[in-house]
């Protein structure tokens, strides 16, 4: 391999963050100090299983994987990242017997491969082009940033995931569908969405379809003359048009009249709006986001919901995640909320105490992070002592004890994500992880070996109690 050099030392966070997989040492060993020493961050595993586990707990920029794997193929591992994390990319490192494989996953949504012995100017060079390819379009303001997403609050990778493609959907005017349960936070995607486009700069401009009686919701969206019903003294120019250069974020769609949903339709074809009453269009550039908590497939097969519209806003569909599906945020939220409201309530508050903390993280969420934030709010009206103790957090969530939840009540298929989440909630404590998922420490060890998780990684937030 040829002789590199070494770029000027860039921040830690602004380096592209890099996770290598390959069963050689030697590859990995020689692989590793040289993409750190041309300003990457670079993780490293030597089989598909501790990919898995690093996948699961960090938040990459790139993947670079072997072909062939000790337990499993980078092929399959690919199909794995393309589900679970749909903007990273991946380059595959192939062997010459391979390179069919490799050709077709590149069909298949494969950033690149390299066939081994490769050169590395070849490889910084395939690299380069690959994060400047999948990168977010440069831009001012707040897209040029994290402010963009300064309202959602997560280290969750998931979550993580969800944003990175969030971003990179934000750059085009494509039509975004926001699923999810009602509490996850989907009007605040949609407003981050907003801020990271183009049209930052226009209005943002939110209506919920099941909040309003059909006949006022045509009026609000559609806007309307004067004289066109009783009442209607003057011209009012709806939310259509006043979104004009900017996004409508219609939320609950799913609940938007079928008559109504006819003359959006027609709005989004012809990109032009007749208010009631009106004789002629007028035409308006907006982008539109929906987002609702109803299964829309099975409100298209009942009637309830017009097909065509449907493939009109869901261009791209965003799911977010309940929180109970990302419970190691729980706690950065729950302390995000208290100093905030601390000063609504002009209380000096430090904290939650840890037990306080630990009921929070184990409790049922059905009403999610709205539902968290009331629960925070609630037991800030009510303290009485600078640190929030367990039974404040008990009486706001009206249950006598919160238990941590058992690992035989997880599926086998979920083990090594709900290891993953135990081992975050209590920062790589093995005695604290083992007690909350109801096992011994030495079967807990087993089952952190088997996944190919080791406590250190999750230490990072920092120093657990037991090593």
Same mark, same amino acid.
């Given at each position: 391999?040829? /002789? =590199?050099?070494?770029?000027?030392?860039?921040?830690?966070?602004?380096? %592209?963050?890099?996770?290598?997989? #390959?069963?050689?040492?030697?590859?990995?060993?020689?692989?590793?100090?040289?993409?750190?020493?041309?300003?990457?961050?670079?993780?490293?595993?030597?089989?598909?299983?501790?990919?898995?586990?690093?996948? @699961?707990?960090?938040?990459?920029?790139?993947?670079?994987?072997?072909?062939?794997?000790?337990?499993?193929?980078?092929?399959?591992?690919?199909?794995?990242?393309?589900?679970?994390? %749909?903007?990273?990319?991946?380059?595959?490192?192939? *062997?010459?017997?391979?390179?069919?494989?490799?050709?077709?996953?590149?069909?298949?949504?494969?950033?690149?491969?390299?066939?081994? $012995?490769?050169?590395?100017?070849?490889? &910084? /060079?395939?690299?380069?082009?690959?994060?400047?390819?999948?990168?977010?379009?440069? @831009?001012?303001?707040?897209?040029?940033?994290?402010?963009?997403?300064?309202? &959602?609050?997560?280290?969750?990778?998931?979550?993580?995931?969800?944003?990175?493609?969030?971003?990179? +959907?934000?750059?085009?005017?494509?039509?975004?569908?926001?699923?999810? #349960?009602?509490?996850?936070?989907? !009007?605040? =995607?949609?407003?981050?969405?907003?801020?990271?486009?183009?049209?930052?700069?226009? $209005?943002?401009?939110?209506?919920?379809?099941?909040?309003?009686?059909?006949?006022?919701?045509?009026?609000?969206?559609?806007?309307?003359?004067?004289? *066109?019903?009783?009442?209607?003294?003057?011209?009012?120019?709806?939310?259509?048009?006043?979104?004009?250069?900017?996004?409508?974020?219609?939320?609950?769609?799913?609940?938007?009249?079928?008559?109504?949903?006819?003359? &959006?339709?027609?709005?989004?074809? !012809?990109?032009?709006?007749?208010?009631?009453?009106?004789?002629?269009?007028? %035409?308006?550039?907006?982008?539109?986001?929906?987002?609702?908590?109803?299964?829309?497939?099975?409100?298209?097969? !009942?009637?309830?919901?017009?097909?065509?519209?449907?493939?009109? +806003?869901?261009?791209?569909?965003?799911?977010?995640?309940?929180?109970?599906?990302?419970?190691? #945020?729980?706690?950065?939220?729950?302390?995000?909320?208290?100093?905030?409201?601390?000063?609504?309530?002009?209380?000096?508050?430090?904290?939650?105490?840890? #037990?306080?903390?630990?009921?929070?993280?184990?409790?049922?969420? $059905?009403?999610?992070?709205?539902?968290?934030?009331?629960?925070?709010?609630?037991?800030?009206?009510?303290?009485?002592?600078?640190?929030?103790?367990?039974?404040?957090?008990?009486?706001? =969530?009206?249950?006598?004890? +919160?238990?941590?939840?058992?690992?035989? !009540?997880?599926?086998?298929?979920?083990?090594?994500?709900?290891?993953?989440?135990?081992?975050?909630?209590?920062?790589?404590?093995?005695?604290? *992880?083992?007690?909350?998922?109801?096992?011994?420490?030495?079967?807990?060890?087993?089952?952190?070996?088997?996944?190919?998780?080791?406590?250190?990684?999750?230490?990072?937030?920092?120093?657990?109690?037991?090593?």
């Amino acid at each position: 391999m040829t /002789s =590199l050099r070494q770029p000027a030392a860039a921040p830690a966070q602004s380096r %592209p963050q890099l996770l290598l997989i #390959d069963d050689d040492p030697d590859l990995l060993r020689l692989l590793s100090m040289r993409l750190k020493a041309n300003g990457y961050r670079v993780s490293t595993a030597a089989s598909v299983e501790a990919a898995r586990g690093l996948l @699961g707990i960090e938040r990459f920029d790139l993947v670079l994987s072997d072909v062939r794997l000790p337990d499993g193929d980078g092929l399959a591992l690919f199909e794995e990242i393309r589900q679970q994390h %749909p903007a990273l990319p991946v380059i595959l490192l192939t *062997a010459h017997g391979t390179i069919p494989d490799a050709v077709e996953a590149t069909s298949r949504g494969v950033a690149g491969y390299l066939t081994k $012995p490769f050169d590395s100017q070849a490889l &910084l /060079s395939t690299l380069s082009q690959t994060l400047q390819r999948t990168a977010p379009t440069p @831009g001012t303001g707040p897209k040029a940033d994290e402010d963009w997403r300064a309202e &959602l609050i997560s280290h969750s990778t998931r979550m993580h995931a969800l944003l990175d493609e969030a971003r990179l +959907i934000a750059a085009s005017d494509a039509s975004v569908l926001i699923r999810g #349960d009602s509490g996850t936070g989907k !009007e605040l =995607l949609a407003r981050a969405i907003h801020r990271a486009s183009p049209r930052a700069a226009a $209005p943002f401009v939110a209506i919920n379809c099941g909040a309003i009686p059909e006949p006022l919701l045509e009026s609000e969206l559609f806007g309307h003359v004067r004289g *066109a019903f009783t009442g209607a003294t003057h011209h009012y120019a709806g939310l259509l048009q006043a979104a004009h250069g900017g996004t409508l974020f219609l939320d609950e769609i799913g609940d938007m009249p079928l008559a109504l949903q006819v003359k &959006l339709l027609r709005v989004l074809q !012809e990109r032009a709006v007749r208010p009631v009453g009106a004789t002629r269009a007028e %035409p308006v550039d907006l982008r539109i986001i929906s987002a609702t908590h109803r299964d829309l497939d099975a409100a298209l097969t !009942e009637g309830q919901f017009r097909e065509d519209l449907y493939y009109r +806003i869901n261009v791209v569909s965003l799911e977010l995640p309940t929180l109970a599906e990302r419970r190691e #945020d729980i706690p950065l939220l729950a302390e995000h909320f208290l100093r905030r409201l601390a000063v609504k309530y002009a209380k000096d508050l430090s904290g939650f105490a840890p #037990d306080a903390l630990e009921a929070l993280a184990t409790a049922q969420w $059905p009403g999610n992070v709205r539902q968290l934030q009331n629960v925070v709010e609630q037991v800030c009206a009510l303290a009485t002592t600078q640190l929030i103790p367990r039974t404040l957090v008990e009486r706001a =969530l009206r249950v006598k004890s +919160i238990e941590a939840l058992g690992y035989a !009540e997880a599926k086998r298929r979920f083990e090594r994500n709900y290891l993953i989440q135990l081992l975050k909630l209590t920062a790589g404590n093995v005695s604290d *992880a083992a007690r909350l998922a109801e096992r011994n420490r030495t079967e807990f060890y087993r089952l952190l070996q088997r996944h190919g998780l080791t406590p250190d990684l999750f230490r990072g937030e920092g120093p657990a109690d037991d090593r």
